[in-house]
């Protein structure tokens, strides 16, 4: 058995899932799946990271994803599509939302380690990033006006403000860049939120 990552590759283009599957091939313990069948066919608890397409011919990512979170999988799931956001994403339980094409193997691997750090925050730490992941797709595609007529959108900011200040003290500091270090991974050795995630665990270790 591999100590490496497991990423889970799904996308029924088969030269983007063979081209994904060599750039991280080096580092990680990388399964292959064609479409929703096979994905369902591979997934089990031995995968981290999920790296899934949206639109499939047999079942879509967003079923996939559902079948994922029903088995109680504890792994990361990025929605990686061609598919435009829009406000149907809030109801979609991924972690990260990734725009096709992603053409640089460089930016893949830093997609894939920011997941694999966030395995390591506790669930509301996880939560806060992903409906943060979700502000960030929409507001790069949609003008304030629309976002602000919204109301699953003003409930996003709403929710979103609540679990930051239930925050550590910590996580409470982030701004915008350091948002975008942690779904980077730009500097994961001084990460707000992983250095928080250890502060609570000790605190609980001490209590």
């Known amino acids: 058995m591999s100590d490496e990552p497991t990423v889970l590759i799904v996308d029924d283009e088969h030269a983007i899932t063979d081209l994904h599957a060599r750039w991280l091939e080096d580092s990680y313990d990388v399964r292959k799946a064609y479409n929703g069948t096979e994905a369902l066919d591979k997934i089990d608890d031995s995968v981290d990271v999920v790296l899934l397409d949206r639109r499939m011919p047999d079942y879509s990512g967003q079923e996939v994803l559902d079948k994922i979170r029903e088995l109680s999988i504890d792994c990361r799931v990025a929605m990686v599509t061609a598919v435009e956001?829009?406000?149907?994403?809030?109801?979609?339980?991924?972690?990260?939302?990734?725009?096709?094409?992603?053409?640089?193997?460089?930016?893949?691997?830093?997609?894939?380690?920011?997941?694999?750090?966030?395995?390591?925050?506790?669930?509301?730490?996880?939560?806060?990033?992903?409906?943060?992941?979700?502000?960030?797709?929409?507001?790069?595609?949609?003008?304030?006006?629309?976002?602000?007529?919204?109301?699953?959108?003003?409930?996003?900011?709403?929710?979103?403000?609540?679990?930051?200040?239930?925050?550590?003290?910590?996580?409470?500091?982030?701004?915008?860049?350091?948002?975008?270090?942690?779904?980077?991974?730009?500097?994961?050795?001084?990460?707000?939120?992983?250095?928080?995630?250890?502060?609570?665990?000790?605190?609980?270790?001490?209590?």
Request: aromatic content about 6%; overall charge negative; proline content about 2%.
């Open 85 to 207: 956001p829009d406000f149907d994403i809030l109801e979609l339980g991924f972690d990260d939302y990734i725009c096709k094409p992603v053409s640089d193997p460089e930016q893949l691997r830093e997609i894939v380690s920011s997941l694999e750090t966030r395995s390591a925050y506790d669930s509301q730490v996880q939560q806060f990033l992903s409906l943060s992941s979700k502000r960030a797709a929409l507001e790069d595609r949609k003008e304030a006006n629309e976002l602000s007529q919204n109301e699953d959108y003003v409930a996003l900011e709403t929710q979103l403000v609540s679990l930051r200040n239930e925050l550590s003290s910590t996580a409470m500091d982030l701004d915008d860049d350091d948002l975008r270090a942690e779904f980077h991974n730009r500097n994961r050795s001084g990460s707000k939120l992983m250095e928080s995630a250890k502060q609570n665990d000790a605190s609980e270790t001490n209590n």
